[in-house]
């Protein structure tokens, strides 16, 4: 099966400029979550989806940061407008609903941001 | 709150030798470790996790974790290591509403 997909793979703006990254999980995944990885730190959540209502997005920094699943397939996360602190890496992961416990993430390769 | 320590940036290991990667956790009730593993410019890739059962868990590329409750850790191992294994770990748990909380990730460089 195919696998997470996201685009693009790396992009470098400067500060208060908006970007928008696009992930497009598995076929048949209801579940997908952002995740920020800054640099020499793990994953951190930002927002997850049920098919497209937010289940979780505590640690979304709403005031810069936005995402949508409209269609409860794919997704687009914003950030407007930037700050240098953005530079992460932005991860795209999808599960199913099936498998309990058992389910278990599947991730992309990730946009790579700089912030200049 | 539920959390997870690792307490190595980095772990170096000649071709041929065992290894081990640590993990301790921290959760208010039953825990649910995972293991992920990251090559450069590419996302996470699924090792294996722990649930409930068995204290040794067997993954993906002849990897194993042992679970040990009274220590609280989760210990990543393989007999004998290969210089393609060399990448970032990262130990996970994950809590009441699905959400992974990921450790800081360790280094592991093996040596031929």
């Known amino acids: 099966e195919a696998g997470v997909a996201q685009s693009p793979r790396y992009k470098i703006i400067e500060k208060r400029q908006s970007v928008a990254f696009w992930c497009n999980p598995i076929s048949g995944h209801a579940t997908l979550y952002w995740y920020q990885q800054i640099l020499g730190q793990g994953p951190k959540l930002l927002i997850q989806f049920q098919n497209n209502g937010v289940v979780d997005d505590s640690q979304l920094p709403k005031d810069r940061f936005s995402a949508e699943r409209l269609k409860g397939v794919d997704s687009t996360l914003k950030i407007q407008p930037a700050k240098l602190e953005d530079s992460a890496v932005y991860l795209c992961a999808s599960s199913s609903m099936g498998g309990g416990l058992l389910r278990e993430q599947f991730f992309g390769p990730g946009t790579r941001l700089t912030v200049l | 709150a539920q959390s997870v320590a690792q307490p190595e940036d980095q772990v170096n290991v000649a071709e041929g030798n065992p290894l081990t990667v640590k993990c301790t956790y921290s959760?208010?009730?039953?825990?649910?470790l995972f293991w992920y593993v990251q090559y450069p410019n590419r996302g996470l890739q699924f090792l294996l996790k722990?649930?409930?059962?068995?204290?040794l868990v067997k993954g993906s590329y002849g990897f194993e974790a042992e679970f040990n409750k009274s220590q609280t850790s989760f210990h990543l191992k393989k007999p004998s290591a290969l210089v393609s294994d060399s990448a970032l770990y990262f130990c996970?748990?994950?809590?009441?509403?699905?959400?992974?909380?990921f450790g800081t990730g360790t280094r592991l460089q093996v040596f031929p």
């Open positions: 959760v208010s009730g039953n825990p649910y």
């Open positions: 996970a748990v994950r809590d009441d509403t699905d959400k992974l909380i």
């Open positions: 722990y649930i409930t059962g068995d204290n």
